[in-house]
Nanobody, 114 residues
Framework: VQLQASGGGLVQPGGSLRLSCVAS????????MGWYRQTPGKQRELVADISSGGRTNYGDSVKGRFTISRDNAKNTVYLQMNSLKPEDTAVYYC?????????WGQGTLVTVSS
């Protein structure tokens, strides 16, 4: 399974970005998909995940600002990021769980800076 993440870039504080993660395999009934992020010197942090049934879960630092969603027809998971802060700067990685195994995308860099 291959996951292709995109949508990162440079944005000013308070701005918005939408990340996309396209899977090479159907996401209709998988174990779950989501996003983590990582910055140098810090542990990887859960951003958000979404179950096959559509139940969502968010990291405390992004609650109320980020929204995860999925389009099964397009094998794609999205992460809408609003009210971005400099501390959201990180490489964002998407993942998916097929047959109990985690697959990871290559990461997309989000930089929040004025």
């Amino acid at each position: 399974v291959q996951l292709q993440a995109s949508g990162g870039g440079l944005v000013q504080p308070g701005g918005s970005l939408r990340l996309s993660c396209v899977a090479s395999r159907s996401i209709f009934n998988i174990g779950g998909m989501g996003w983590y992020r990582q910055t140098p010197g810090k542990q990887r942090e859960l951003v958000a995940d979404i179950s096959s049934g559509g139940r969502t879960n968010y990291g405390d630092s992004v609650k109320g600002r980020f929204t995860i969603s999925r389009d099964n027809a397009k094998n794609t998971v999205y992460l809408q990021m609003n009210s971005l802060k400099p501390e959201d700067t990180a490489v964002y990685y998407c993942y998916g769980v097929w047959d109990g195994y985690h697959y990871w995308g290559q990461g997309t860099l989000v930089t929040v800076s004025s």
